[in-house]
């Protein structure tokens, strides 16, 4: 017998990537990658993004947790899609105004 399992503050629209509720633009891979890359704990991402709640953040890493392959297929198709714009010698308007300003 299968249970189902809300994550309150995390929607999954049919077709979208899994994000937080409150603030739509964060996506739970996103914070999954905070976790991956630096080690941060839920209570470390809420330090380092004050918008986040101690709720939402644990809902992310739950999440995750609970759909690994999901979430990982993600991050690797970003991570394929960064490595062809850096093939192609694509860079961000951010960084084109930065090393305008000889900032980098």
Known sequence: ???????PHIEK?????????RVKRVRVAQ??????????SPEEMCRQHPYLTIAEAHAAML??????DEIQEEI????????????????????QRMKAKEVC
Do not use: N
């Not at 017998?1 to 994550?7: E, G, H, I, L, R």
């Not at 629209?13 to 937080?20: F, Q």
């Not at 999954?32 to 890359?37: E, K, R, S, T």
């Not at 690797?76 to 960084?95: I, M, N, T």
């Open 1 to 7: 017998m299968s249970t189902a399992v809300a994550y």
């Open 13 to 21: 629209p049919a077709g979208e990537s899994a994000r937080l509720a």
């Open 31 to 40: 914070l999954v990658m905070d976790y991956l890359a630096y080690g941060w």
């Open 63 to 68: 999440y995750y947790w609970d759909h690994p």
């Open 76 to 95: 690797r198709q970003e991570e394929a899609l960064y490595a062809e714009d850096v093939k192609r010698g694509h860079q961000s308007p951010f960084f």
